[in-house]
């Protein structure tokens, strides 16, 4: 926290510091759906190569469970999400449930 905080490290606001800590991992899975939209907004892609492009380390890099897991999501419509952002640019995408209560 110190490091991200000082200002002779980061410089970063505590409660930006304190979000950076508690979300250090991607959510994996949501952006290989993420990129498996892109991929199909701009077209040509089966499912077969969506997959490949996801897997190769020369397109996305990720895992085939991760690639298998977008290409079963790309056909359903996306959650509605909250996304927000700070002044550092860190972005929180929030899903919004079905009911729309939160």
């Known amino acids: 926290m110190n490091q991200l905080t000082s200002s002779a490290g980061e410089g970063f606001s505590e409660a930006d510091a304190e979000f950076a800590i ?21 077209g040509g892609f089966s499912r077969a190569s969506l997959l490949q492009q996801l897997t190769s380390s020369a397109g996305e890099g990720f895992t085939e469970a991760q690639a298998t897991f977008a290409g079963n999501k790309r056909a359903r419509a996306p959650e509605p999400q909250v996304r927000s952002e700070n002044e550092h640019g860190l972005v929180r995408v929030t899903a919004v449930p079905a009911d729309g209560r939160s």
Not at 22 to 42: D, I, K
């Open 22 to 42: 508690s979300y250090p991992h991607p959510n994996r899975n949501q952006q290989a759906v993420e990129s498996a939209q892109n991929y199909l907004q701009m």
